[in-house]
DNA sequence: ATTGAAAGCTTTTTACT
DNA sequence: AGTAAAAAGCTTTCAAT
């Protein structure tokens, strides 16, 4: 993991649909040396895949919510049962009590009372905070 | 946006790199077809762009926490205080007092810590809370 | 809006440095 | 690791439906 690598992490974030040529040229190697070095970097899973990214608010999912969820089970093996969830977009499991913490997206605000409901019937789960999203400052990709 | 677009944004955010034969195939279509459809879905801006997702602890940003910030001002214009650190992957005006959930990436606890100092140096900030997640269980698209 | 095919690029491989 | 060039494959455009 070079400069260069990292150089072509961030145009690769920017845009994956761009061609090695390109690439090569921002970064100053030719076309096959890049593509070389983009192969390694996803071979050593540096490189998780390449995605489309969509506006949530196009398909439906205009209403973001933070949820913390607590527990008075342990958590640490309830993962399934959040990502049973489709509008859970992320779930991590945070420090202090038995707790984890979701990312939410729905539609309306309905829909996100129906989410917490169906959070609230997993095994264990004692309590939810929703923090609703007013408005997205920003959203971007982490930079090396 | 009918189902054959869904099942697109669904299989493009799975794997953007795959070829437009190989979509068609996967919703009945021909090749053609299928890039004209996708062509429009970002037209439309229902496709924002397309980039590779890289894994963060590759990167040197194996910390993640979210932090809640306090304001004693309206924070609804101070965005771009928080998109000039870098750290910072996200950052959402949330409703109930005036303030900002965000989500920082770092190295280390000890980087968490000076995103924390740098935060409370924009004007109007009164407190921090930051939430340290111990495990991701995911991070997933949002599905249509 | 979709098809099928042609033209023009890109990716991917290979031989060489 | 990098370059350059060839082969294979893909995107993009176009006439037709």
């Known amino acids: ?47 998780r895949r390449t995605a489309v990214e969509v506006d949530p608010a196009a398909i439906g999912r205009g209403v973001l919510a933070f949820v913390m969820v607590d527990s008075t089970k342990w958590v640490g093996d309830s993962g399934d049962r959040f990502a049973a969830i489709p509008e859970i977009q992320e779930a991590h499991v945070i420090a202090g009590s038995a707790a984890v913490l979701v990312k939410v997206r729905t539609a309306t605000t309905e829909q996100l009372q129906d989410v917490l409901r169906r959070i609230y019937a997993i095994d264990g789960v004692s309590g939810t905070q929703a923090t609703v999203v007013l408005e997205t400052f920003f959203e971007r990709p982490v930079t090396p």
Chains 1, 2 share one sequence.
């Open 1 to 47: 993991m070079d400069d260069v690598d990292r150089q072509l992490l961030v145009l690769l974030q920017q845009d994956a649909a761009q061609s090695y040529a390109a690439l090569g040229q921002a970064v100053g190697l030719s076309a096959g040396a890049t593509h070389e070095r983009v192969r390694k970097l996803r071979e050593r899973g540096v490189i």
